[in-house]
């Protein structure tokens, strides 16, 4: 649970596709909420965690069904502002005396209108732009008959039950989804259900920031931190908190596996030991690295061995600081939150992800993990609050294996130096064109095949590349850029005339699915 002390709001899960949604919406409105599936959310739970309201979330299953997820009674005893959502709505109503049914022409999927009834309720004040609003749904049962205590205060052609209220409890239950964008006025329930409970939003990342630092004292008291620095904003956010926390006490280690791209390991030096005074160590294990991977071209036996070696490489290095108690990670929320699987079964690996998962465990460590409680924005809203530069916090997402990936095939330390040059280029017509921020991510892939051109009069046998843009909100789903043709020729032309070594650009357009945003 929490590390630091806010008001609080319950969301529980039933499992629903979008519930982390809520949880933005809410964070969003200076609320702090944290998720939990219903399976961990008992009476003594509640009562630990002592929410100022609750939200129950949408959900696949049918409260029909014998087993089907609960609630525990207690969340309708406890004296707060309930919200139930889709499912949410349907076990609120069952378990509060009305009825929900399934059936032939119950279910709804998609775009819906609702219509206010003539007594308004305050949870939909300023919300209907007009006589009508248009909604979310995603539904199989509906509600046949509300709760006692209940009204209905919107309708819609096939939810009759589409917004209900005990307006003397403060139980609202709405049939659609608030919290997705195809619900255009969503927040402004959110915001009139957390006003209707109390709510000040205190959860700035001012006080954020405030708070944590006081946690990170305590939790470390005079021991030593170390934290593996990789330069991108998740780690980099965490080491600057830290060190304004314990100072001295921590040391970053920075590793250099040779996969970086063009000038990387000398800002992130010069950043957090030049600017920052932090203890940094620059374990520069080029060689190492890159001598490991000569010959191998196999895409997960690249992964494994980057993985391994940068364990054992973080390993040798926190050994040589006196008294290490603990490691920071720069762990987000998404990454903590426990969902609720209904299907069962360990998901395919697609990919081997490179981290230093496992090392804590090895090395007998205890975790710092300050940015557990945030989500991806809001770590960037605390990097600002502590004057790291914008230009560093909005960078791309860069992977673990860095360049490695970005080099299907074997990697040669020729085609590493072909390739930073060429991303270079690439970005800086990005940010010349000021697209960066539009962009997800954007890097050059260098193939593993030689072309023939020619240039001026003489043939050319060079490296073909691919350039790769996409857009995503998560990275789990991406789109590819699209660039005008004005700017993929003018990118083309300086990368083929100023990176000796390359003499073809292509451009990748396939989304994820079914492609992914890495080539490796
Ligand atoms: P894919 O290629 O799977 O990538 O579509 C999704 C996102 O994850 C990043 N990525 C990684 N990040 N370690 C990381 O820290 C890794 O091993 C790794 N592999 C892919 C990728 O850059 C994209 O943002």
Redesign the pocket.
């Known amino acids: 649970m929490t590390q630091t002390s806010h008001d609080r709001l319950l969301i529980i899960d039933f499992g629903s596709q979008v519930t982390q949604l809520i949880a933005r919406r809410l964070r969003e409105l200076n609320v702090y909420c944290e998720i939990h599936p219903f399976q961990n959310v008992t009476d003594a739970f509640l009562a630990e965690f002592s929410p100022k309201a609750v939200i129950l979330s949408g959900g696949p299953a049918s409260v029909i069904d014998e087993g089907s997820p609960r609630p525990p009674e207690s969340v309708f005893t406890f004296g707060v502002p309930v919200l139930g959502i889709c499912y949410g709505q349907q076990v609120m109503m069952h378990m509060l005396g009305g009825k929900v049914e399934s059936g032939h022409g119950t279910a709804e999927f998609g775009r819906a209108y609702v219509t206010p009834t003539e007594t308004r309720l305050p949870l939909l004040e300023g919300w209907f732009a007009e006589d009508k609003e248009q909604v979310w749904m995603s539904h199989g049962d509906h509600v046949s008959a509300i709760a006692p205590g209940f009204e209905v205060f919107g309708t819609s052609p096939n939810a009759p039950y589409a917004v209900t209220a005990d307006v003397a409890r403060n139980f609202y239950a709405v049939q659609f989804h608030p919290e997705v964008h195809h619900t255009p006025n969503g927040a402004k329930l959110y915001e009139n259900f957390i006003q209707a409970a109390g709510f000040t939003g205190d959860w700035t990342m001012g006080l954020y920031r405030e708070q944590a630092i006081e946690a990170i004292r305590e939790q470390v008291g005079d021991k030593q931190v170390i934290c593996g620095l990789s330069g991108?904003v998740d780690s980099s956010v965490a080491a600057r908190l830290i060190h304004e926390a314990i100072g001295e006490q921590l040391t970053c280690v920075f590793v250099d596996h040779g996969l970086l791209r063009k000038g990387e390991s000398d800002e992130v030096v010069a950043m957090f030991r030049d600017n920052y005074n932090m203890k940094l160590i620059h374990a520069d294990e080029q060689e190492l690295f890159l001598g490991q991977l000569e010959g191998q071209s196999d895409p997960e036996t690249k992964?494994k061995i980057i993985g391994k070696l940068f364990i054992d490489v973080f390993q040798k290095y926190a050994n040589e600081i006196d008294g290490a108690e603990f490691l920071a990670q720069g762990t987000l929320y998404p990454d903590v939150i426990e969902s609720v699987s209904f299907s069962g079964g360990p998901s395919v690996t697609?990919?081997?992800?490179?981290?230093v998962g496992g090392l804590p465990e090895k090395m007998g460590l205890k975790l710092v993990e300050p940015l557990r409680e945030l989500f991806k924005d809001e770590v960037r809203a605390l990097g600002r609050e502590l004057g790291l530069p914008a230009s560093f916090i909005g960078r791309h997402?860069?992977?673990?294996?860095g360049l490695a990936?970005r080099c299907p095939g074997e990697i040669t330390r020729e085609k590493l130096d072909i390739l930073r040059e060429a991303d270079a280029i690439y970005i800086d017509q990005i940010r010349k064109h000021g697209l960066y921020d539009e962009i997800?991510?954007a890097f050059v892939v260098i193939l593993p095949v030689r072309t023939v051109g020619v240039m001026g009069d003489s043939r050319t046998y060079d490296f073909a590349c691919a350039l790769r843009a996409v857009t995503?909100v998560d990275?789990?789903t991406?789109d590819y850029y699209p660039f005008s043709h004005e700017f993929l020729g003018e990118t083309a032309t300086r990368i083929i005339n100023e990176v000796k070594g390359i003499n073809r650009c292509t451009y990748d357009i396939t989304s994820?699915p079914p492609g992914?945003?890495?080539w490796e």
Do not use: V
């Open positions: 991108g992964r697609i990919k081997s992800h490179h981290n997402p860069f992977p673990g294996p990936i997800w991510q995503s990275g789990m991406a994820k992914t945003i890495e």
